[in-house]
DNA sequence: ATATACTTGCTAGACGACAAGCAAGTCATC
DNA sequence: GATGACTTGCTTGTCGTCTAGCAAGTATAT
């Protein structure tokens, strides 16, 4: 009868610590994020988050795991819708660089903590073999739907390389660079300019690296 | 003829010092690095940065400082040299795209350094006028060459946030995304097809925005 | 010329502020 | 009542800052 002063619920509670832990160290990183505040924001006490994770670098493992898995599986997703839907390779091209895009817009925190890995010289995962393989399952997608060199470093690389840095990097620095030069990432209507700017640059590379003969 | 333990000299000191932090600020971040690490680094002792710079905070602006300066300084240089050639803007173009792909290769810890600072949110300085005031020259610069639109937003800032990008995110992502899609970025010869591929693609960008008529 | 006053580069010890990890404790739920 | 969820107290270590002090130079006076 008596109401319990906090529901108790393991599951709930570690969920809790890994969206405040996601949420923090990609706002403020690794180093600057304490695992007192992760308890706080979570609304435990600042001793949990440690007695479910064991130690602040698991628990940033974790994190990071679960943010992979997470995009594994919408690239999986949006890999197979691509491919079933039988339009002509510039058509599902534009519309995978389009979703791309959008599922970007809707993960910062996702860019940020790849963002931060990146930075952080041989990162905290010796290597990352789920990343590895949705790159390399992306390049053979990309190479065979339009009859680019699939060859490492070749040209289908090389676009792919592109349209993931043309994506990516106007989100990151939306706040520094991106106005530095002109361009508001601020509301929907500037993204939207954006992404179709970034639609058409590609699609005039393929276009025109199809007209012209690349160089010998 | 005692050979002096350590010739005694503040402005070398300084640089020394700055050299320092310029490197770990770059490599480790803000607050993964110390002071006294600074110090070894810098072959003084660990209260001597903190004597010089008055706090931990002021070092970095320092380094910031500095930074911002030597960059400013590049692009003055390349803005005029672009400008005094009387090329065909397309191969003005092309020089000025090539040339910033390689002056970022020759600065990787500025390069992180704002990389890192763009993950700060809302940054360190308020706002960065000179930054920001090298990006709106640029801005100009293209649009004028080009004969693009040169308002906020518009073809030109695209373009150039663009070209910014494609030189940019490789660089940042060496270690990372670039290899996990198929690039290397580890060799000269990797990097100049890297750059050649970047510069074609802004090629063909501008002749696919000059041939087909934009979108209405 | 030499001694003394004074400045300045630089070091090292001390102190306070956290933070991470551990251990003991408390409380709910089966 | 036992297991597991969760908290709180404590230890240990590190970092930034402050400050006292040494050493090396410079200026001034004798």
């Known amino acids: 009868m008596t109401a319990p ?33 992760v308890g706080q924001e979570a609304g435990v006490s600042r001793g949990t988050p440690g007695y479910f994770y064991g130690s602040k670098a698991e628990l940033y493992r974790a994190v990071l795991e679960r943010c992979f898995t997470e995009v594994r599986q919408a690239v999986q997703v949006g890999r197979e ?28 925190n996702f860019v940020r903590l790849i963002e931060r890995e990146a930075l952080t010289a041989a990162g905290v995962l010796p290597d990352a073999p789920a990343e590895i393989q949705v790159g390399r399952e992306a390049l053979a997608a990309l190479a065979v739907e339009l009859g680019l060199d699939p060859s490492p470093s070749g ?7 592109s349209i993931v840095a043309l994506c990516w990097f106007p989100l990151v620095h939306a706040g520094t660079i991106a106005p530095a030069v002109g361009v508001e990432m601020n509301s929907p209507a500037a993204l939207a300019q954006r992404k179709r700017h970034v639609v058409d640059l590609v699609l005039y590379g393929v276009h025109g690296r199809a007209a012209m003969a690349p160089r010998a």
Do not use: K
């Not at 040209?155 to 390389?161: F, H, R, S, Y």
């Open 155 to 161: 040209d289908a690389a090389q676009l792919l390389l």
């Open 81 to 108: 819708r691509a491919l079933a839907s039988g339009e002509a390779p510039e058509i599902v091209l534009e519309g995978a660089v389009s979703d791309y895009f959008d599922f970007l817009v809707g993960c910062p």
């Open 5 to 37: 002063e906090r529901e108790r619920n393991p599951a709930r509670t570690r969920e809790a610590i890994l969206d405040a832990a996601e949420r923090l160290f990609a706002e403020q990183g690794y180093e600057a994020t304490s695992l007192s505040q």
